[in-house]
Structure formats: structure tokens, C-alpha cells
T-cell receptor
Framework: DTGVSQDPRHKITKRGQNVTFRCDPISEHNRLYWYRQTLGQGPEFLTYFQNEAQLEKSRLLSDRFSAERPKGSFSTLEIQRTEQGDSAMYLC????????????????FGPGTRLTVT | ELKVEQNPLFLSMQEGKNYTIYCNYSTTSDRLYWYRQDPGKSLESLFVLLSNGAVKQEGRLMASLDTKARLSTLHITAAVHDLSATYFCAVGSGGSNYKLTFGKGTLLTVNP
């Protein structure tokens, strides 16, 4: 399977615990995005990487959230001191950006990690 | 701040009928996406619309874009049960339209 993969698919944790999610993008894709989706809503942008550089973070991403993409391949999203309001589906997406090619900058989404904070 | 509004949010229709989902957005963009999401699943890309007047069709679904009106439509022709899902439109923004802003989604239920 050459699509975007995420691990774990489901995570149940107690309030106050730290959690870490992993995303493996499509192998040749240089951009990687994190979104959060709560029940009944559309996904909301959290952050994105161009290769290993984190280029933008949403105001939704509090200090308890940190994301990395150390070698420009996989990415991790860590949430420290989880709160019940963090319960959501965390979606990762990737795309290939070649500015001069005119290629469609389509984002491909992974299956998501569903986080439940009790 | 870019806002994306979809309507209706809920749509119940009978098999064989036609209907249209509307997506309005608040600031200029030349990139509009439609995604499908089944319950508990991730997003499946349906259409990418890149220019004013763009129209794309796949099976019973047809999407169009009017950048001047900041409006996209997703038209469903002769609906079948398999089309039951939530449909999202998303608008690209940022230097390479990297950031997607999604509507709240339209939950479509097609009844026999």
C-alpha cells in the first residue's frame, strides 16, 4: 500500500497523559499536513511541513502540541497533558509540491488517528 | 479569515432523484476541492477545480466552480444508495494554496 499511513488508528488515554501519533506520507511527497476533525465538523488545519521545516502552525495548536518531521519523511504529533477537549480524529495528509511544474497540489489523506481522552 | 459555508448540512433524498450541494467561500481562491467521507473513515478526494468555469464529472457526481461568485456546486444525478456519505468542500489558501479550509460537510442519505 503506497498511501498515507497513520499509527495508531485508535488511542484511548486518561486526562493528563501524553500521547504521540505517527504519520508516514506517500514516499515522494515533500509536504506533510496535520488536521484535526471533531464530530460533525470538517477537518481544521493544524500545521504543515515542507520537507523537515515546519512552516506554519495554526492558533489551534496550543503549547501542549508539538509536531516534528526530523528527516523530511515521517512525522510525529505529540500532545502533552491531554485534555478532554483534545478528543478528535487527527488526520495527516501529504502532497508533492513542484512549483514550476504546474502539477495539481492535491493533498492525500491518511486513515486518521482517533483520540479519546477520558 | 477564510470562511467556507456548505448547504444544506443534511440532505435526505430518494434514489433516482437529483440534487445540488452548494459551497460558498469568503475570499479569493482558485483552488476548490470536494472530498467524500464515509463514517469512521478518512477523506477520499473526488474533484479538484482549478479555474473559473471548471466543470468535472465522475459517474453521478458533477462539480463546478465559479470563482467570481465564490461558489462551487456538487450536483448529484439519479442518486443511488452507495452515494450516502458526508461530502466536504475545501478551499485552498496560502502561497501554494497549501492550507485547506473545509466546510462543515453535507451528510447525504439516499433512501431506497
Amino acid at each position: 500500500d503506497t498511501g498515507v499511513s497513520q499509527d495508531p488508528r485508535h488511542k484511548i488515554t486518561k486526562r493528563g497523559q501524553n500521547v504521540t501519533f505517527r504519520c508516514d506520507p506517500i514516499s515522494e511527497h515533500n509536504r506533510l499536513y496535520w488536521y484535526r476533525q471533531t464530530l460533525g465538523q470538517g477537518p481544521e488545519f493544524l500545521t504543515y511541513f515542507q520537507n523537515e521545516a515546519q512552516l506554519e502552525k495554526s492558533r489551534l495548536l496550543s503549547d501542549r502540541f508539538s509536531a516534528e518531521r526530523p528527516k523530511g519523511s515521517f512525522s510525529t504529533l505529540e500532545i502533552q497533558r491531554t485534555e478532554q477537549g483534545d478528543s478528535a480524529m487527527y488526520l495527516c495528509a501529504s502532497s508533492l509540491e513542484v512549483p514550476t511544474s504546474g502539477r495539481i497540489h492535491e493533498q492525500y489523506f491518511g486513515p486518521g488517528t482517533r483520540l479519546t481522552v477520558t | 479569515e477564510l470562511k467556507v459555508e456548505q448547504n444544506p448540512l443534511f440532505l435526505s433524498m430518494q434514489e433516482g432523484k437529483n440534487y445540488t450541494i452548494y459551497c460558498n467561500y469568503s475570499t479569493t481562491s482558485d483552488r476548490l476541492y470536494w472530498y467524500r467521507q464515509d463514517p469512521g473513515k478518512s477523506l477520499e478526494s473526488l474533484f479538484v477545480l482549478l479555474s473559473n468555469g471548471a466543470v468535472k464529472q465522475e459517474g453521478r457526481l458533477m462539480a463546478s466552480l465559479d470563482t467570481k461568485a465564490r461558489l462551487s456546486t456538487l450536483h448529484i444525478t439519479a442518486a443511488v444508495h452507495d452515494l450516502s456519505a458526508t461530502y466536504f468542500c475545501a478551499v485552498g489558501s496560502g502561497g501554494s494554496n497549501y492550507k485547506l479550509t473545509f466546510g462543515k460537510g453535507t451528510l447525504l442519505t439516499v433512501n431506497p
